[in-house]
Antibody, heavy 127, light 112 residues
Framework: EVQLVESGGGLVQPGGSLRLSCVAS????????MSWVRQAPGKGLEWVAN????????NYVDSVKGRFTISRDNAKNSLYLQMNSLRAEDTAVYYC????????????????????WGPGTLVTGSS | QSVLTQPPSVSAAPGQKVTISCSGS????????VSWYQQFPGTAPKLLIY???KRPSGIPDRFSGSKSGTSATLGITGLQTGDEADYYC?????????????FGGGTKLTVL
């Protein structure tokens, strides 16, 4: 059974840092792109970042560029999100998701969807 | 403002059919596959439909998806009270980038 479990959330002051972790099981972690998706209280879903299977490519939503860093450790079946310079608007439940991105010729993305999600971890940025 | 536009809410009676629309543009829906997600309060989203109209194992055929031009539609037939949830469409933006993924703002389904 595919499982993703996030941890590391909590209350942090604006300007502070937090590191989220996601441990995967039930599938060969190193074969898949992985993403972080967040959801502010009472709001919709927002994709945050993703990382290629070998960690050689990382992408971010504009609002977190330069502040958040996604990484992975395939030996530990783990995905991470280092969050620095946190803002109140970063308050959200953060989900780890398996990203079924497939590229074809010339790097064009042929298909993509998210087929497994963790239960999420809550990050609250408040003074 | 979400890049993909969904109605905030839809409603229908048990046993009836409902459709949820998702409108985008040529840079996203118009040239890429759409997926749909179901989310119950306090829980993680769950994949319902991928590649416009494919259902993962375990998703009943009451759920269907379609796409035409720059819009996509989720259909649910034989509505059940257990279908009350939020539904999100999503796709990637710009084919040459593995980054930007966009979700619709979500639609709350009420089964009257």
């Amino acid at each position: 059974e595919v499982q993703l479990v996030e941890s590391g959330g909590g209350l942090v002051q604006p300007g502070g840092s937090l590191r989220l972790s996601c441990v995967a099981s039930g599938f060969t972690f190193s074969n898949y792109w992985m993403s972080w998706v967040r959801q502010a209280p009472g709001k919709g879903l927002e994709w945050v970042a993703n990382i290629k299977q070998d960690g050689s490519e990382k992408n971010y939503v504009d609002s977190v560029k330069g502040r958040f860093t996604i990484s992975r450790d395939n030996a530990k079946n783990s995905l991470y999100l280092q969050m620095n310079s946190l803002r109140a608007e970063d308050t959200a439940v953060y989900y780890c998701a398996r990203d079924r991105l497939v590229r074809g010729l010339f790097g064009v993305v042929n298909t993509r969807w998210f087929d497994a999600w963790g239960p999420g971890t809550l990050v609250t940025g408040s003074s | 403002q979400s890049v993909l536009t969904q109605p905030p809410s839809v409603s229908a009676a048990p046993g009836q059919k409902v459709t949820i629309s998702c409108s985008g543009s040529s840079s996203n829906i118009g040239n890429n596959y759409v997926s749909w997600y179901q989310q119950f309060p306090g829980t993680a989203p769950k994949l319902l439909i991928y590649e416009n109209n494919k259902r993962p194992s375990g998703i009943p055929d009451r759920f269907s998806g379609s796409k035409s031009g720059t819009s996509a539609t989720l259909g649910i037939t034989g509505l059940q009270t257990g279908d009350e949830a939020d539904y999100y469409c999503g796709t990637w933006d710009r084919s040459l980038s593995a980054g930007p993924w966009v979700f619709g703002g979500g639609t709350k389904l009420t089964v009257l």
